[in-house]
């Protein structure tokens, strides 16, 4: 039975046993509790990662943007913008 009632704290399962007494109560609270922040810490590394995978692609975003217009102030060929392009690629050379 404590089995079932630990799993369904930690899962929308449903749960038909109940504490029965105070220390019983106090328990189920503080696994309700550690639960809760089990979760968040979940949720809140996932944003992270998220979150800077956002910025490395905003990095190069903007990477690339200084790099045609610098091409583009000089007047010089779109062809040369897209070789020095796959070369960045293919080498790993943007800066993020």
């Known amino acids: 039975a404590s089995l079932h009632w630990s799993l369904t704290q930690f899962t929308p399962s449903t749960n038909n046993i109940a ?3 105070g220390l019983e109560r106090s ?3 503080f696994v309700i509790l550690l639960a809760m922040g089990f979760f968040s810490s979940f949720v809140g590394s996932i944003t992270s990662t998220v979150n800077s995978l ?3 692609q ?3 975003v903007k990477q690339q943007d200084t790099l045609l217009q610098f091409f583009v102030e000089r007047n010089m060929s779109l062809d040369l913008y897209s070789k020095v392009q796959e070369v960045i690629n293919s080498e790993n050379l943007a800066e993020v």
């Open 19 to 21: 504490p029965a007494n």
């Open 54 to 56: 956002r910025h490395i």
């Open 27 to 29: 328990f189920a609270v």
């Open 58 to 60: 905003a990095a190069k």
